[in-house]
Every structure is written in C-alpha cells, then in structure tokens.
C-alpha cells in the first residue's frame, strides 16, 4: 500500500459504517486521519467503529443526510469532539429499485434524489464553513459512471449521480480560490451490499459494460479517494475521476 500523508487530519465519511465508506474510512485511518463516521444506522456504525478503532481515533454520529438540520448538527458535534474539519467525503448513497421510468414510483424517485443528492448538497452546506475558517479542505464526492451514461431501470440513481458530477464542478469553482479542492469520483460497479438492491439482470448488464471484465474493489475506491483527500492533490478541484475499469468513454 502506497503511503498517503494525513496525518493531522480530522475526516468525516458519510455512510461510513459499510461498503465503501468503510474501506475509505480505513484508508483515511491507515493514512494518519481522524475518522468520523456518519451514517443513519446506530448498531452498524457502533459495529464499525469498534472494527476500526485500533487504527486510530474514530468519532461516530448517527446522521439522517436527508436532512439540513441533522447534518449541521452532526457538523457541529463532530468540530466540537475532533476540534477542526479538514476532509469531507459524501459516500451515502442508495441505488433504488430497479424499473423503467414511467413504471417508476414517484416517491422511490425523490428517496433516491433525496439521499444521493440533497444528501451530500446538505452535508456540504454543513461543512463548508468549518473549511473556509481553517483556509484547507478536501471535499471528494462519490457518483458513479451512471451519472455520465445512464443506466436503463434506473433513470433515478443514474439523474442523482449526474447531479452530484453537477454539483461538484459548480462548488469547485465557487471555492477555487479558498484551499478547499472539490472533487468526484464516478466508479463503474464496485462490490458491496449496494448489490442486493438490485435485480440480477441490470448486475449482468452493468458487468457486461466493463472491458476489464470485473467489478470494482472497495480498497481501489479507497486508495483514489485517499488521494484526493490529501494535500498532494492541489491544481485538481472540480473535476471527475473515472474508477471504471475501461467503461468510461469521456
């Protein structure tokens, strides 16, 4: 493992207590960072901290991030127990029900857009000002190739994701100025429980896509996003990174 430099650092990672917010956590944690991790799941982010803590020192709040209020509140406690913020990583995501539009429930369509995309709007919103009062930060965003592509059945995560590549060109450049660099990755699929959420047969379409023939690993999510949370990134704010195993054509 390549040795990233965070020492010193205080890290917040939204759904953090599985999948790839945990292997992020942990990277982050085996980097140097602090950790807290948010997420709605009380007995899941116990369980994960209780995994992570001889790494390092992990902060837990239980946050709904369809919430405004919830998450500035989290913000708050969390700048209280670390005693600053420095890196924001909004991971919380869902992938819905599978279904063509027009079959399409409206209200899985606004739990979706709720929690992929008010969800990290929210957080940023949150977190923002503790980073601009330090003068540093690192925001990374995760949204998926399906932003770029769109995936059939799943015309709400597909638009959730692409507002989140969206909202992550506008943010970085109202902060281009202030040391804050915000940036998002658009991974293909990579492994996780995210899975059974979904019918087999969109799995097999979206397998199907991957030149390298494989799904995503949550350590390779990890080490990019690691990257990205780190001083070393600095003249990238703004932008996306593709993590598709040769899916991605732009």
């Known amino acids: ?15 953090g207590a599985r999948g790839i917010g945990f292997a992020i956590a942990t990277r982050l944690l085996e980097s140097g960072a602090n950790v807290s991790l948010w997420d709605l ?75 992929n995309l008010s969800g990290p709007f929210h957080c940023c919103r949150a977190i923002i000002p503790h980073l601009l009062r330090n003068g540093y930060g690192r925001i990374v965003n995760i949204a998926s190739i399906a932003g770029k592509e769109g995936n059939p059945n799943a015309a709400h995560y597909s638009a959730s994701k692409a507002g989140v590549v969206a909202l992550t060109k506008s943010l970085g450049k109202e902060l281009a100025t202030s040391n804050v660099i915000v940036n998002c990755i658009t991974p293909a699929v990579i ?25 995503g690993k ?11 949370c780190s001083e070393d990134c600095s003249f990238s704010t703004g932008a996306v990174f593709d993590l598709s195993g040769g899916r991605a054509t732009y």
Do not use: C
């Not at 369980?47 to 837990?60: R, Y």
């Open 218 to 228: 949550t350590e390779e999510a990890a080490a990019l996003v690691a990257w990205l």
């Open 191 to 215: 492994a996780t429980d995210i899975l059974k959420q979904m019918s087999q047969s969109h799995i097999d379409y979206m397998l199907s896509k991957i030149p390298m023939g494989r799904f």
């Open 41 to 115: 799941d009380a007995a899941a982010l116990a369980d994960a901290a209780e995994k992570l803590k001889s790494l390092g020192k992990v902060h837990t709040a239980v946050v709904d991030v369809t919430s405004a209020e919830s998450a500035e509140a989290a913000a708050a406690s969390t700048a209280q127990a670390l005693g600053k913020l420095d890196i924001l990583v909004n991971n919380a995501g869902i992938a819905g029900s599978n279904a063509k539009v027009w079959e399409t429930d409206p209200k899985e369509w606004r739990r979706v857009l709720d929690i």
């Open 1 to 15: 493992m390549n040795k990233i430099d965070l020492a010193h650092r205080n890290a917040i990672v939204t759904g």
